[in-house]
């Protein structure tokens, strides 16, 4: 059974810093690559960062370069999303997910998603 399971979430201050963790099992993990989106109340979900299979090659949205980093542990099946200078608008509920697909950044090339964790960012 393939699963995904994020953890790390919470409440912070604006300006503050947070570490997600994805655990995988169940998927050859050092074959997928990994990203992680967020969906914000009342809007849809929206793309965070993505790492490719060996973690060598990264994509982030606009929104989060220079404050957010993904990175993998490929011998421990986990994939992280380090957040730091937090803003109120980074508020949303974070999910990972396993794709196939070398380049993969549109959801709909993913086909394994985690449950979510929620992040807070209080002003």
């Known amino acids: 059974q393939v699963q995904l399971v994020e953890s790390g979430g919470g409440l912070v201050q604006a300006g503050g810093s947070l570490r997600l963790s994805c655990v995988a099992s169940?998927?050859?993990?050092?074959?997928?690559?990994m990203g992680w989106f967020r969906q914000a109340p009342g809007k849809g979900r929206e793309f965070v960062a993505t790492?490719?299979?060996?973690?060598?090659?990264?994509d982030y949205a606009d929104s989060v370069k220079g404050r957010f980093t993904v990175s993998r542990d490929n011998a421990k099946n986990t994939v992280y999303l380090q957040m730091n200078s937090l803003k109120p608008e980074d508020t949303a509920v974070y999910y990972c997910?396993?794709?196939?697909?070398?380049?993969?950044?549109?959801?709909?090339?993913?086909?394994?998603w985690g449950q979510g964790t929620q992040v807070t960012v209080s002003s």
């Open positions: 790492i490719r299979r060996t973690g060598g090659s990264t």
């Open positions: 169940g998927l050859f993990f050092s074959s997928y690559t």
């Open positions: 997910a396993a794709s196939n697909v070398f380049r993969a950044s549109r959801q709909y090339e993913y086909s394994t």
